[in-house]
């Protein structure tokens, strides 16, 4: 079964704890993206990355971590730095990141700060 | 700063009825353009995606492009309750080998039996 899987599909941070969010695919995409959704809101691009060992900034990375170390996984930390960190979190991959690639996407990761 | 404009909703119509979803975009240099489902608690599920301007089709759907009005819709024929859902409108507003997508807020469409 082809996919993208993440977990847990359900985290509780304490104040001042980082968590990290994990996010695999079997989908052989170079692209994979971190997006994140407040209630009421559209989906805001966290980071990016279009192959491995390399990810770039999208427009709200304050307080967020990534790496990419093998093609089927991009985990994402969730710093102290953030300080609204309460939202539901998506991962999604792309063939190869470019203009007309279709984005599919994770169940997603409810994060809940206590 | 590249924005993708949707009517938040909800949207209601009766079953079988036709369901007109909207989205407008700022930039004009946009390529890409993409429907996506969301049911509540859920993650997005693509529905269509279009490139050139007109109409396409599938199924029960169909997008429909104006890219001098920069205006992009969707359009669900034969409505179900099963339709009931969150349509979010995506943007690819970058070009070349970026293909970051600008999402709209999403229209709430609600399917009355």
Known sequence: DGGITQSPKYLFRKEGQNVTLSCEQNLNHDAMYWYRQDPGQGL???????????????????????????????????????????AFYLCASSISGVTTDTQYFGPGTRLTVL | QKEVEQNSGPLSVPEGAIASLNCTYSDRGSQSFFWYRQYSGKSPELIMFIYSNGDKEDGRF???????????????????????????????AYGGSQGNLIFGKGTKLSVKP
Do not use: H, M, W
């Not at chain 1, 709200?60 to 093998?70: D, F, L, T």
């Open chain 2, 62 to 92: 169909t997008a429909q492009l104006n890219k001098a009005s920069q205006y992009v819709s969707l359009l669900i024929r034969d409505s179900q309750p099963s339709d009931s859902a969150t349509y979010l409108c995506a943007v690819n």
């Open chain 1, 44 to 86: 805001r691009l966290i980071y990016y990355s279009q192959i491995v060992n390399d990810f770039q900034k999208g427009d709200i990375a304050e307080g967020y971590s990534v790496s990419r170390e093998k093609k089927e996984s991009f985990p994402l930390t969730v710093t102290s730095a953030q300080k609204n960190p309460t």
